[in-house]
């Protein structure tokens, strides 16, 4: 299958579009030429900002940077790019047995011009304030609700401004409790690959995926438009074919989602 558009329409106090990729699990210089694709439908959409929320690369430790480095930059020139921490950003230490990040990656990749990485921060462009939060890498292996409060009210918002976060996983983040006061417009999310589920059942199963990242079977919003509050959630299913099975290679196609906000 070829790169699905999903294209979305929100309300807001400004007019901007936003396209969202994100799970891009970049592995090597292979991959360069199915990202050299997207980056040629991305320019035809013509969007004032692109966002990554999160697993950019597949493996901290990446091979074949360069080439990755030269793709972001090449994409840095069709619209300003904001990027997000995910958890595959991380590598395990495995001589002090933690998780860190790669820290030299992620300098060269901050040194993009056009090009924001938004580790806890945000960047405010006339009206509009993206925020990148960075999720405790614990959150991805827990079964239990884990309290977003505390993080979000961290990050840097603006009451007169369009506020969107941009947060690798959704599970914790749709949660009323985490978004009642969280005075955030608009949050672009990824992670859940869809819910591994075939296009062809989505009719089905509405916002439901057929098992999430931590192996929980039928998830909740897994993908699509959701709406807490005054705040609108855009899942996006990622770019990302998740096997080499060349029978599900037909099933999940990738997906680019354009998101148009308009002016209330």
């Known amino acids: 299958m070829g790169i699905k558009i999903k294209n979305y329409e929100l309300k807001g106090n400004l007019n901007a579009t936003i396209v969202l990729i994100s799970d891009i699990h970049y592995y090597s210089k292979e991959d ?31 091979k074949d940077f360069e080439y990755l480095l030269n793709w972001l930059k090449e994409l840095a020139k069709t619209s300003k790019v904001l990027i997000s921490l995910g958890n595959h950003e991380f590598y395990k230490d495995k001589k002090n047995h933690v998780y ?12 993009i011009e056009n090009l924001y990485l938004l580790d806890n921060t945000n960047k405010l462009f006339d009206n509009i304030n993206f925020i990148g939060i960075t999720l405790p890498l614990e959150f991805y292996f827990s079964n239990q609700k884990n309290d977003l409060i505390p993080y979000l009210n961290k990050l840097k918002k603006y009451n007169k401004c369009y506020n ?8 914790d983040i749709c949660d009323k409790k985490n978004l009642q006061e969280s005075n955030i417009d608009l949050v672009l999310c990824g992670h859940m690959h869809g819910g591994v589920t075939p296009r062809i059942l989505r009719i089905f199963l509405g916002n439901r995926g057929l098992i999430s990242p931590k192996l929980k079977l ?17 899942i996006t299913s990622g770019i990302t074919v998740i096997s080499k099975n060349k029978i599900l290679k037909k099933l999940f196609s990738k997906e680019i989602v354009k998101i148009k906000i308009n002016k209330d």
């Open 32 to 62: 360069i030429k199915a990202l050299n694709k997207i980056t040629k439908r991305i320019k035809k959409l013509n969007p004032d900002y692109i966002c990554i929320p999160g697993d950019l690369v597949d493996e901290s430790i990446v």
């Open 100 to 111: 860190s990040l790669n820290n030299s990656m992620i300098d060269k990749i901050k040194k």
């Open 218 to 234: 039928l998830p909740k919003n897994a993908y699509g438009h959701l709406k807490f509050f005054k705040t609108d959630i855009v």
């Open 164 to 171: 969107v976060l941009l947060c690798h996983s959704p599970i």
